[in-house]
């Protein structure tokens, strides 16, 4: 029996250890960062190891930033009903192990980056990190409402770092992919900060509905998505994807568009905010699956 509880407590450990690293971010991330790999690979002679190190140095990189999150946020979590039964901030798991933890996981991600990959896609890495954690967490969380825009060029490393990861350089196709996620990212989040607003004011950060309120973070929403639709249409423009994607892309921006245009007139604005954002997470995984199959025109 005592053998049975030990075993049973370093699970509920490493499932916490695990938890700390955010795998849904995680892997809605490294769909982005496969998406943009196949992009610049175009289905043609794809090195598969290069693949392998890729998606596990950012993947990684990915995790330390999270996990750093995570411990410069504990205090604060404790006054959110969503992240107060975190590990940290119930005491489950020790602080300064959790930060070696973050920075192991940052140190190992990197590495792969800079030396299995090349070098451009472990810069990539290092600005989003940096990003991320410095610029995002630990300064305009806490400070402004821009950290929900700011921040997303974090989130928009990804897809840049897969098509570096191939091409060696930044060019149209890494910006065009860059955009896409840059913009996706702030209507997507304040879909969950609107839900979530008082306690976000509980915790005192100073998110755009908490500050400016809901009905001005709704119509902030539109030129986000307004500004997505082209993104797709600039990514066949330059023969990236086929009219598979083209049409695909702009049927779901143009769903979602419609969709936050109702909210501004929305009865029950927490039912609405609970379908954009499953309405955001859903576009933003189809995009990138057609965009993996019909790169450069692969359906037909």
């Known amino acids: 029996m005592r053998s049975s509880g030990s075993e049973a407590g370093r699970l509920a450990v490493l499932k916490d250890y695990v938890a700390l690293t955010k795998p849904n971010i995680i892997r809605l991330n490294a769909i982005a960062a496969f998406g943009g790999f196949w ?39 404790k006054k959110m009903e969503r992240t107060k039964n975190r590990a940290l901030p119930t005491k489950r798991l020790n602080p300064n192990a959790v930060l070696v933890y973050g920075i192991v996981l940052g140190i190992i991600g990197l590495a792969v980056l800079f030396a299995l990959v090349n070098p451009l896609t472990g810069w990539l890495g290092l600005l989003g990190f940096f990003v991320y954690v410095v610029i995002y967490t630990m300064w305009l969380k806490r400070t402004s409402t821009w950290s929900t825009s700011i921040g997303g060029i974090s989130g928009a490393m990804p897809p840049v770092i897969g098509y570096c990861a191939v091409t060696g350089v930044v060019d149209e196709g890494a910006w065009i992919l860059f955009a896409l996620l840059f913009l996706w990212q702030p209507a997507h989040f304040w879909s969950l900060a609107i839900r979530r607003v008082e306690e976000y004011r509980a915790a005192g950060f100073p998110l755009l509905p ?23 249409i ?67």
């Open 39 to 77: 992009v610049a690979s175009k289905w043609d002679n794809i090195d598969w190891l290069l693949l392998l190190y890729m998606l596990i140095g950012s993947a990684l990189t990915m995790a330390s930033a999270c996990v750093i999150n995570n411990y410069w946020d504990r205090e604060l979590d």
């Open 210 to 232: 908490v500050v400016k309120g809901i009905p001005r973070t709704k119509l902030q929403m539109l030129p986000y998505i307004v500004l997505l639709i082209p993104t797709g």
């Open 234 to 300: 600039l990514m066949f423009t330059y023969d990236y994807v086929g009219y598979t994607y083209l049409i695909i892309s702009l049927i779901c921006g143009i769903v979602w568009l419609v969709h936050t245009c109702m909210g501004i007139r929305a009865a029950d604005t927490t039912k609405w905010a609970r379908t954009n954002f499953l309405i955001s997470i859903n576009y933003l995984m189809v995009v990138f699956l057609v965009m993996i199959a019909d790169t450069n025109g692969a359906i037909g």
